[in-house]
C-alpha cells in the first residue's frame, strides 16, 4: 500500500502502455546542467529528467537504464558525503 504523508508533494506518472503510477517527489536536483527529480513509487524509485523553464516545467522518462542509475548513484553518493559533513 502506498502510504501519503502531509510532507511530500505527490505526481501521477503515465506510461507509454497509458498505465498511471502516484509518485513522491524526494528530491529535485541539478547535475552536469541538468535537472533531475527523484520520484519514489510504491515498488520503485525512479529519476526523470525536469525540462522547460520555471512556471512550465515537465518532467521527461530517461530511456536509458544505465544512464538513470549513473544520474541515481551518483545523487547517492552527493548524499552521503553531505549528511558526513
Given at each position: 500500500?502506498?502510504?501519503?504523508?502531509?510532507?511530500?508533494?505527490?505526481?501521477?506518472?503515465?506510461?507509454?502502455?497509458?498505465?498511471?503510477?502516484?509518485?513522491?517527489?524526494?528530491?529535485?536536483?541539478?547535475?552536469?546542467?541538468?535537472?533531475?527529480?527523484?520520484?519514489?513509487g510504491e515498488e520503485e524509485t525512479i529519476v526523470m529528467k525536469v525540462e522547460g523553464e520555471e512556471?512550465?516545467?515537465?518532467?521527461?522518462?530517461?530511456?536509458?537504464?544505465?544512464?538513470?542509475?549513473?544520474?541515481?548513484?551518483?545523487?547517492?553518493?552527493?548524499?552521503?558525503?553531505?549528511?558526513?559533513?
Open positions: 500500500m502506498f502510504v501519503r504523508d502531509d510532507y511530500r508533494d505527490y505526481i501521477t506518472v503515465e506510461d507509454e502502455k497509458g498505465n498511471r503510477k502516484d509518485y513522491a517527489i524526494e528530491a529535485l536536483f541539478d547535475m552536469k546542467e541538468e535537472s533531475y527529480a527523484l520520484l519514489k512556471g512550465n516545467q515537465y518532467l521527461l522518462g530517461i530511456s536509458d537504464p544505465l544512464e538513470s542509475e549513473a544520474i541515481l548513484d551518483a545523487y547517492e553518493i552527493a548524499v552521503e558525503n553531505a549528511q558526513d559533513r
